[in-house]
């Protein structure tokens, strides 16, 4: 999987965030082989069309993956459409989540400099848990040549119980592997699991 920008041919202004398949095939930028990112953050909207109802699912020999994008994240019934109607074993999720972002509650002294890395490692395993699906997340690490902004990096992979199996540096570029995942399985026993059930 690769994300970029891709001219929006409608409004030659402004672009898509696309994630597509590189494969043997070479129908990179058909539109069943790509996802337009959903939800776009306020600095994006400028330059970023969004791809409204618009889904990608690959059916593969390891399970059925849908994706989302940075943003997509944080609203769940994106997600929630992927599983309960796509049927998805596994989220693949394309990043460039920024560390920075301040919270403060004076009153209590209280003061979370890096929120927005607090968000990426919450949300994450939550996604993970309440979808009882695999997430795969590429993030950005690291300090933006351009901008000076840092990266939160904390790519990984999540099983279905939202147990990290995985997880990249926070601060430097690393190869992540995983071998021996039997992930169809390990989402049906999930979903099976009643003393889960029970708990809930």
């Given at each position: 999987m690769f994300n970029g920008?891709?001219?929006?041919?409608?409004?030659?202004?402004?672009?898509?965030?696309?994630?597509?398949?590189?494969?043997?095939?070479g129908n990179y930028f058909d539109q069943e082989r790509?996802?337009?990112?959903?939800?776009?953050?306020?600095?994006?909207?400028?330059?970023?069309?969004?791809?409204i109802n618009d889904t990608l699912v690959l059916k593969t020999e390891w399970g059925k993956f849908g994706f989302l994008?940075?943003?997509?994240?944080?609203?769940?019934?994106?997600?929630?459409?992927?599983?309960?109607?796509?049927?998805?074993?596994a989220l693949i999720v394309n990043a460039a989540w920024r560390k920075q972002g301040e919270r403060e509650?004076?009153?209590?002294?209280?003061?979370?400099?890096?929120?927005?890395?607090f968000l990426w490692?919450?949300?994450m395993p939550t996604l993970a848990f309440q979808n009882q699906v695999w997430i795969m997340a590429?993030?950005?690490v690291g300090l933006h040549s351009l901008e000076g902004i840092e990266y939160c990096g904390g790519s990984g992979i999540w099983a279905p119980s939202g147990i990290n199996m995985l997880k990249g540096s926070d601060t430097k570029?690393?190869?992540?592997?995983?071998?021996?995942?039997?992930?169809?399985h390990?989402?049906?026993?999930?979903?099976?699991?009643?003393?889960?059930?029970g708990s809930i």
């Open positions: 920008l891709i001219q929006n041919r409608e409004d030659t202004n402004k672009y898509f965030n696309i994630s597509f398949v590189l494969d043997q095939t790509t996802y337009k990112k959903t939800y776009l953050s306020r600095f994006e909207k400028e330059y970023v069309s969004k791809g994008t940075c943003w997509d994240i944080y609203f769940p019934r994106l997600a929630q459409k992927l599983v309960n109607s796509k049927k998805v074993d509650y004076k009153g209590l002294n209280i003061k979370e400099e890096s929120y927005n890395k490692n919450m949300i590429a993030n950005a570029e690393e190869l992540l592997i995983l071998h021996n995942i039997d992930m169809i390990e989402v049906e026993a999930e979903r099976n699991d009643d003393e889960l059930k």
